[in-house]
């Protein structure tokens, strides 16, 4: 992860971090197997909105969870997010980049796998 720093392997100590990750399961959950989503993602902004999201995999249309969450974060007025979960997998590059485009600083990235073991955390 570039520009990633690597925090060691452990749970989040704040509950609305572990909300996050229950939102994000609970999208990849929902929507998981009906739409073939790899990814649920939870974002909260600094207004403390939280916006949880699916992967979107249709013929025209390819996005991650991570950038729709961020799209729905944005469309709602959110200026700055202050921190993020990913359930199925890892954030990619692509979808870290996308989390530096807002403002936000040592923001938590919070990566679990579809029952809630975490896989990695970072800050950006």
Do not use: C, F, N
């Amino acid at each position: 992860m570039t520009d990633a720093v690597a925090e060691q392997s452990r749970t989040p100590d704040d509950p609305e971090d572990l909300k996050l990750i229950t939102l994000a399961r609970a999208a990849l959950g929902r929507t998981g197997a009906a739409q073939g989503a790899a990814q649920g993602a939870a974002v909260r902004d600094t207004e403390g909105r939280a916006y949880a999201a699916a992967s979107v995999h249709l013929k025209h249309l390819d996005l991650s969870a991570v950038a729709v969450a961020v799209a729905m974060a944005v469309s709602s007025g959110a200026s700055a997010l202050e921190a993020v979960a990913v359930a199925g997998g890892p954030a990619s590059d692509d979808d870290l980049d996308l989390l530096r485009d807002l403002p936000g600083a040592g923001v938590p990235v919070w990566s679990v796998d579809a029952k809630g073991q975490l896989l990695e955390a970072s800050r950006l």
